[in-house]
Every structure is written in structure tokens, then in C-alpha cells.
């Protein structure tokens, strides 16, 4: 977001500039609406993109975002909740781009801080019986980076819809041993495959 | 009519796959869990062979944990190791040995260390042999072999016993 400040003030000061081409918002609806339907409300996510047009070729884009999740696993129950940002830049990879039908390749660095309880967590063995131990209250910061691409497609005048496919690599995977999130906002399961899906409409300013 | 058909396929695509993609991860714990104190039997008399064999001629071994109501191993036979789990909860774990009408408790003192693996997995405790001791007439002496136990395979433990 900060990075996009000095941009759209650049951009301005200089309405008339064919390097500013306007600013595009774009609502997520694949996560916001599917993912609580697929997990059974079981996980909220709602994120929000801007992106700065500059030369129709070059997007600067921050996304921002807030997931809360309440998971559960053989050996104990994971609730968590907090917001998440992604700073980046997409490409149009098409030199010659009609409207606002684009192929978008990007970057993106994402962060998420969440307070996290991890409760009931098995431990012990069969012969001397379990018990449960509770890591609760926690705070939790995460950081992974983000390869997209994506297609956007005018629906109408300055309206479009589009997607992007992410491959995503956590960095923050935190110390043998440590108890980490089992759900990131923003990212995902800690230990999922790595790709996502998003799913958007956006209108241009 | 075409291009708007063209539209459709394109935004429609990522959504079939979204929709059809495995995104939950496994909620069953696939690693392995089997953490304790594996004990090896060796003959008094083999004590300094270099070729040392472990001996595998108990006719009937019984194990329990002291404290626990639950007999571990009931009258094996042909028994040449053992495998015993270690508390979680203590320090402290003894364990009573009976074979050839010859009565043993094992004392096994040991630090614990809780490691978080997954929420499929929970917390595993791997452990950190410090002493052992014993009491009775069927264990000679005791050998710490490797006092590291995680969850992998190999022998922490040799006693060499009377017969």
C-alpha cells in the first residue's frame, strides 16, 4: 500500500500522463463467497486488491485482506483470526492488450499476523495414556511470497471480472518444534500444496 | 456471441479447478509416532565379545509398567528386545521384569522434551536416557547404548541378565 502512495501522487499531478492509466479496485469473490461454503463456515476470508495502471502494461498492486478460521485435526483444534497484505507488481504479458482483456503475470510479498489459540493437543502414547496441552493466545506473524498469474476480461465499460493462480512458498515456516499456525490469512493451510485461486471483480477509476 | 462464449470458458475455468482442487491438508497423522526405550538382551557371560549376539532364548518374558495396570509383555517367548515406552508426564519410569521365576525392576530416570509436529499429529515427547538402575535378581548390569529416543528405530538399551 505505502509503495503505491508515491505512485498514485505522481499520477496525480499528472492526470493527462500516458504513463498513469488509472486505478483498478477488485473485490475477491471466489474466497469471500466459496470458501466459507466449501469449508462449512469453517473458514472466512475477504480480501480487496488496488492496482495503479501505469502504461497499460505495468501494475503496482497491494491487496489487503481479514480471514478467521476454526479447524480441527485427529490430535487437537486450531482457531484463529487476522489481516493480511500482499505488495507486489503484475505484468501484462501481452503486448498489445485490447480494453481491459489482459494475461497478468506477477510478484507479490505477503505478510499476515493473526492471534491463534492451538487447543487439545494430543500428546503422550498408548501404554502410559494422552493428555491434552493448550497453546493459547498467541500471536502469530507469517511472511511467503507469491508467483501469479491471471486473466482479466472487460465485462463492461470499466467493469471486469478475472482470476488469478497463485504459487505460494511460505518463508516463515518457524523452528522444528515450534507451534505454528495451522491456517495462515491470506496463505492458507500452513502445509497445503501451494496453489490457490482467486476469483474477482473489479472496476476501473 | 462467439467472443462472449470465449469470455465465459476463460473466467469459467479457475473456478472449476478452485472448486475441484484438495486445498485441506491431511487431518490424519501420516508420521511416524512410535517413540520409546528399545532394550536388547545379552548373556552375563558374553559381556566383552567383541561379536556380541543378542540373546533371544527367554521362554517366557513378562513386562509392566510399575503403576500401570497393564502387562506390556504376557509370558513372550523368544523374546531378544523390548520395546518400552517411556511417561510423559515424569521423569521417572520404572518397569518390573519377570522371567525364569526371577523378579527385576528397572529404573529409568529420563528428560523430557515436548516437540509440536502438526495438528494431525500433536505433540510428540522424545526423551533424554539420564540414568538407569534396577533391583532384583534377573538384570546383571546395564548398558546405555544411545540415550537420544525420537522416533526412529535403534537399540537405547543392553541388559545383560542371569540365567
Not at chain 2, 529404573?107 to 510428540?124: E, M, P, T
Amino acid at each position: 500500500m505505502f509503495l503505491l502512495l508515491p505512485v498514485a501522487a505522481l499520477a496525480l499531478e499528472h492526470p493527462d500522463s500516458v504513463i498513469y492509466q488509472g486505478v483498478n479496485v477488485k473485490l475477491d469473490i471466489a474466497n469471500s463467497i466459496f470458501e466459507p461454503a466449501r469449508s462449512f463456515g469453517k473458514i472466512q476470508s475477504y480480501e480487496a486488491a488496488v492496482n495503479v495502471d501505469l502504461l497499460h502494461r505495468y501494475f503496482p498492486t497491494a491487496e489487503i485482506g481479514y480471514s478467521q478460521a476454526d479447524l480441527s485435526a485427529e490430535s487437537g483444534s486450531f482457531r484463529g483470526k487476522g489481516g493480511f497484505m500482499r505488495l507486489g507488481v503484475d505484468l501484462s504479458a501481452l503486448r498489445k492488450s485490447r480494453g481491459n482483456n489482459m494475461l497478468l503475470v506477477g510478484i507479490r510479498l505477503g505478510t499476515a499476523v493473526q492471534g491463534c489459540s492451538t487447543r487439545d493437543v494430543l500428546l503422550g502414547n498408548g501404554y502410559w495414556g494422552y493428555y491434552t496441552v493448550n497453546f493459547v493466545n498467541r500471536v502469530r506473524a507469517d511472511v511467503w511470497g507469491e508467483v501469479t498469474a491471471g486473466v482479466q476480461v472487460q465485462v463492461h465499460k470499466d467493469f471486469h471480472m478475472g482470476w488469478y493462480v497463485r504459487y505460494k512458498i511460505l518463508f516463515s515456516r518457524g523452528a522444528a518444534g515450534a507451534v505454528t499456525a495451522y491456517y495462515i490469512p491470506g496463505f492458507g493451510y500452513k502445509d497445503d500444496s501451494g496453489f490457490s485461486f482467486n476469483y474477482y471483480l473489479g472496476f476501473k477509476i | 456471441m462467439p467472443v462472449v462464449r470465449f469470455k465465459l470458458f476463460i473466467l469459467s475455468l479457475p473456478l472449476l479447478c478452485w472448486l475441484m482442487s484438495a486445498c485441506s491438508p491431511d487431518t490424519e497423522c501420516r508420521t511416524a509416532n512410535n517413540i520409546g526405550m528399545q532394550v536388547v538382551f545379552a548373556l552375563d557371560s558374553m559381556r566383552g565379545d567383541t561379536a556380541l549376539v543378542s540373546f533371544s532364548r527367554f521362554d517366557s518374558l513378562t513386562v509392566q509398567g510399575v503403576g500401570n495396570d497393564s502387562v506390556l509383555y504376557d509370558n513372550q517367548k523368544a523374546v531378544s528386545s523390548i520395546f518400552l515406552p517411556l511417561r510423559t508426564d515424569t521423569n521417572l519410569t520404572s518397569y518390573a521384569l519377570s522371567a525364569y521365576n526371577r523378579r527385576d525392576t528397572l529404573y529409568i530416570s529420563h528428560d523430557n522434551n515436548q516437540v509440536f509436529v502438526s495438528l494431525a499429529c500433536g505433540c510428540f515427547v522424545f526423551h533424554t536416557l539420564n540414568s538407569l538402575n534396577n533391583r532384583g535378581g534377573l538384570i546383571d548390569s546395564i548398558e546405555m547404548l544411545n540415550a537420544t529416543i525420537e522416533n526412529y528405530k535403534q537399540d537405547n538399551v543392553r541388559l545383560y541378565v542371569h540365567l
